[in-house]
């Protein structure tokens, strides 16, 4: 059964904390995803990675990092949390070809206080 | 770039009554077009997709339909169940290309018995 795995489902920091959201697939899929998730703004890409140590910003940056230097895992950093990065977030993965579906966990709901 | 817009937000109906969920997308260079049930606590999972060289696909109680004309597709699903009861997002993609799917708002199905 394929899995794409996050690490904390529920996440609690305080404001000016660096926040480590990881996300591991076992499907050896060259691309994953961040997204970002609110209430009626739907699924906002933060960041992808088509390759090891490679990322492109997505939709809304701002505010985030990455870093993939396996394959299989890709980290979502918040520097520096603010009360505005509370959210639900979903990581993503995706095989080469495009054409096929993307395998998403189970998101991690973040509460910044 | 893409954008794909969503309609209705919230979709009520009563058990065994059908729903349809609308989305149109902007780039005709799209090819790939699937659909995502999300439920409570879960990520997305792709229920249905459609290729832009087939204008209908269907799968048990949920079909699929693409009008590259006019640039929107539609979720139908048939004698809907409480089951039924989540959020829907479509997304439209241009495989081989970029393939990063651009995601409509979702739509949340409430299915009452």
């Known amino acids: 059964d394929v899995k794409v795995t996050q690490s904390s489902r529920y996440l609690v920091k305080r404001t000016g904390e660096k926040v480590f959201l990881e996300c591991v697939q076992d499907?050896?899929?060259?691309?994953m995803f961040w997204y970002r998730q609110d209430p009626g703004l739907g699924l906002r890409l933060i960041y992808f990675?088509?390759?090891?140590?490679?990322?492109e910003k997505g939709d809304i940056p701002e505010g985030y990092s990455v870093s993939r230097e396996k394959k299989e895992r890709f980290s979502l950093i918040l520097e520096s949390a603010s009360t505005n990065q509370t959210s639900m977030y979903l990581c993503?993965?995706?095989?080469?070809?495009?054409?096929?579906?993307?395998?998403f966990g189970p998101g991690t709901r973040l509460t910044v206080l | 770039g893409e954008n794909v817009e969503q309609h209705p937000s919230t979709l009520s109906v009563q058990e065994g009554d059908s729903a349809v969920i609308k989305c149109t997308y902007s780039?005709?260079?799209?090819?790939?077009f699937p659909w995502y049930k999300q439920e409570l606590g879960k990520g997305p999972q792709l229920i249905i997709d459609?290729?832009?060289?087939?204008g209908e696909k269907k799968d048990q109680r949920i079909a699929v339909t693409l009008n590259k004309t006019a640039k929107h597709f539609s979720l139908h699903i048939t004698e809907t169940q409480p089951e039924d009861s989540a959020v829907y997002f479509c997304?439209?993609?241009?495989?081989?290309?970029?393939?990063?799917?651009?995601f409509g708002r979702g739509t949340s199905l409430i299915v009452h018995p």
């Open positions: 780039d005709s260079a799209s090819n790939y």
């Open positions: 990675s088509y390759d090891v140590k490679m990322k």
């Open positions: 993503a993965s995706l095989d080469g070809s495009g054409w096929n579906e993307q395998f």
């Open positions: 997304a439209a993609t241009l495989s081989g290309g970029s393939y990063i799917p651009t």
């Open positions: 499907m050896d899929h060259e691309n």
């Open positions: 459609i290729r832009s060289n087939v």
